[in-house]
Every structure is written in structure tokens, then in C-alpha cells.
């Protein structure tokens, strides 16, 4: 595999950035000196953007991808609404779901990415991961898609178990959480 630009590492990057500078302007975290460091959060803060808009999206796949120059999907990359990285009904993220629907979606459910990419090294498939389906139903929600968004929040729904409660994954063969 070797070593790589991971575009969700980066965002996340961009949120803890993004996040330590508002706890400086609403909390006033750190007093004058925190609000010292915000010019250089900022500035910061918009180069990763910069950067994961700029090698994070392949316009090829048209698609956010796992990481930079990859043709590989990763739908962890579906939380950027979440955080207000891009809003959902931005045509980069859009392209992104249309592309995690093409290729990730199975039995209604969306894996993380393609294990045979060997982008973890670890051997054999997965099944869907759940945090993964949510994120796509909130993206459909939040782009304006909500007859979509609640057929996979309804979906999803269904597979919990007595408590409510949920496991990483699920496998649509065997109709089991894993």
C-alpha cells in the first residue's frame, strides 16, 4: 500500500483545527493568548481545505476518494457535511454519494470501502458498516433527498436489536449484525 494522504484523516484534521478556533472566538478558550493563535488557526484551518479540495476530489470518479490520486472510494468520507467541511448539496459531494451508491451499496446498505483494494492489508471482505449507511441517510437529508433518507433511516432501523442498540457492521447474506 504504502504511505498515503487519507482524505478523511485530513478533514478530520481540518475539523480539529476548525474546532480548537471556535472554541477561541465563542469560549474565549485560552484568553488573549488563545486569540493570540487564532490568525494562525485560520490560516491553517484553509490551507488542509485547500488542499483536500484540491487533492481529496478526483474528478476522474468524480468523487471525494480514500486519499489523494486514488480512484478508491472510502465512504467515510460522506461525515464533511456533518462537520461543515462542504454542505451536502455541493456537486463534489454529490458526485460522491452518486458514486458511493454505484459502487459501495449492498442490499440498501454501504460498505466502507472495497476491501479488495488492500488499502488496510487486512485479508477477506466486511460487511456493510452501519455509522457509514446513517451518514449516507443524513446526506440525503441534508441535500433535500428525504423520501431516500428515510427509507435507509428506516431500513437501518430495523436491524436493531432489542435495546435499540447497534454493532459496527452488518451482513446482508447472513442478515446478521457482525
Same mark, same amino acid.
Given at each position: 500500500?504504502?504511505?498515503?494522504?487519507?482524505?478523511?484523516?485530513?478533514?478530520?484534521?481540518?475539523?480539529a483545527i476548525d474546532r480548537a478556533a471556535r472554541a477561541i472566538e465563542e469560549f474565549g478558550i485560552?484568553?488573549?493568548?488563545?486569540?493570540?493563535?487564532?490568525?494562525?488557526?485560520?490560516?491553517?484551518?484553509?490551507?488542509?481545505?485547500?488542499?483536500?479540495?484540491?487533492?481529496?476530489?478526483?474528478?476522474?470518479?468524480?468523487?471525494?476518494?480514500?486519499?489523494? /490520486?486514488? %480512484?478508491? !472510494?472510502?465512504?467515510?468520507?460522506?461525515?464533511?457535511?456533518?462537520?461543515? #467541511?462542504?454542505? $451536502? @448539496?455541493?456537486p463534489r459531494m454529490r458526485g460522491t454519494v452518486t458514486a458511493i451508491e454505484r459502487s459501495l451499496?449492498?442490499?440498501?446498505?454501504?460498505?466502507?470501502?472495497?476491501?479488495?483494494? /488492500?488499502? %488496510?492489508? !487486512?485479508?477477506?471482505?466486511?460487511?456493510?458498516?452501519?455509522?457509514?449507511? #446513517?451518514?449516507? $441517510? @443524513?446526506?440525503?437529508?441534508?441535500?433535500?433527498?428525504?423520501?431516500?433518507?428515510?427509507?435507509?433511516?428506516?431500513?437501518?432501523?430495523?436491524?436493531?436489536?432489542?435495546?435499540?442498540?447497534?454493532?459496527?457492521?452488518?451482513?446482508?447474506?447472513?442478515?446478521r449484525q457482525t
Open positions: 500500500c504504502g504511505r498515503r494522504h487519507f482524505t478523511h484523516s485530513k478533514v478530520m484534521a481540518w475539523v485560552g484568553g488573549d493568548e488563545g486569540r493570540g493563535h487564532l490568525p494562525h488557526l485560520h490560516a491553517l484551518r484553509e490551507r488542509i481545505r485547500a488542499e483536500v479540495l484540491d487533492r481529496g476530489f478526483n474528478p476522474r470518479v468524480n468523487a471525494f476518494t480514500q486519499s489523494y /490520486g486514488s %480512484d478508491h !472510494l472510502d465512504a467515510s468520507v460522506l461525515v464533511m457535511p456533518h462537520y461543515g #467541511f462542504l454542505p $451536502a @448539496d455541493d451499496m449492498r442490499d440498501g446498505f454501504v460498505l466502507r470501502y472495497d476491501t479488495q483494494s /488492500g488499502a %488496510d492489508g !487486512l485479508p477477506g471482505v466486511e460487511g456493510a458498516f452501519l455509522a457509514c449507511t #446513517f451518514w449516507l $441517510a @443524513d446526506n440525503y437529508a441534508f441535500s433535500g433527498r428525504i423520501d431516500d433518507a428515510e427509507a435507509v433511516f428506516e431500513r437501518l432501523l430495523g436491524l436493531r436489536n432489542h435495546l435499540g442498540l447497534y454493532a459496527e457492521a452488518y451482513d446482508p447474506v447472513l442478515k
